[in-house]
């Protein structure tokens, strides 16, 4: 069992950056890989990036040129950092860890925690 807990969120303006960070209850080496899922009112849930390493990521096409995730396997933790924020960035971020693979080789079904969610906010 791992406990995921998001950190970061707020409210920024149009333009602005936030860091989210993600702590784990547990070691996070042996998790083939974690990421950050984001979910705005009336929407489904979508990915925003995913990590297994510092140089194996996979991000959403709105967020290829804004974000950056990270992974520190010595701190238990994941970041995403966001820039040049936009009102439709409002949502709340989920971290979520992947142990198996299973999403990352995209299935749907598989060994998978969520955190509890951090709200973001983009507004002038």
Same mark, same amino acid.
């Given at each position: 069992?791992?406990?995921? =807990?998001?950190?970061?969120? @707020?409210?920024?303006?149009?333009?602005?950056?936030? +860091?989210?960070? $993600?702590?784990?209850? /547990?070691?996070?080496?042996?998790?083939?890989?974690? @990421?950050?899922? !984001?979910?705005?009112? @009336?929407?489904? !849930?979508?990915?925003?990036?995913?990590? !297994? *390493?510092? *140089?194996?990521?996979?991000?959403?096409? #709105?967020?290829?040129? !804004? $974000? /950056?995730?990270?992974?520190?396997?010595?701190?238990?933790?994941? %970041?995403?950092?966001?820039?040049?924020?936009?009102?439709?960035? +409002?949502? =709340?971020? #989920? $971290?979520?860890?992947?142990?198996?693979?299973? #999403?990352?080789?995209?299935? /749907? *079904?598989?060994?998978? %925690?969520?955190?509890?969610? *951090?709200? =973001?906010?983009v507004s002038?």
């Amino acid at each position: 069992q791992v406990q995921l =807990v998001e950190s970061g969120g @707020g409210s920024v303006q149009p333009g602005g950056s936030l +860091t989210l960070s $993600c702590s784990a209850s /547990t070691s996070i080496a042996p998790i083939y890989a974690m @990421g950050w899922y !984001r979910q705005a009112p @009336g929407k489904q !849930r979508e990915l925003v990036a995913l990590i !297994r *390493t510092s *140089t194996d990521l996979k991000y959403a096409e #709105f967020a290829k040129d !804004r $974000c /950056t995730i990270s992974r520190d396997n010595a701190k238990n933790a994941i %970041y995403l950092q966001m820039n040049n924020l936009k009102p439709e960035d +409002t949502a =709340v971020y #989920f $971290c979520h860890a992947d142990p198996h693979g299973s #999403f990352w080789f995209g299935m /749907t *079904t598989g060994l998978q %925690y969520w955190g509890q969610g *951090t709200q =973001v906010n983009v507004s002038s």
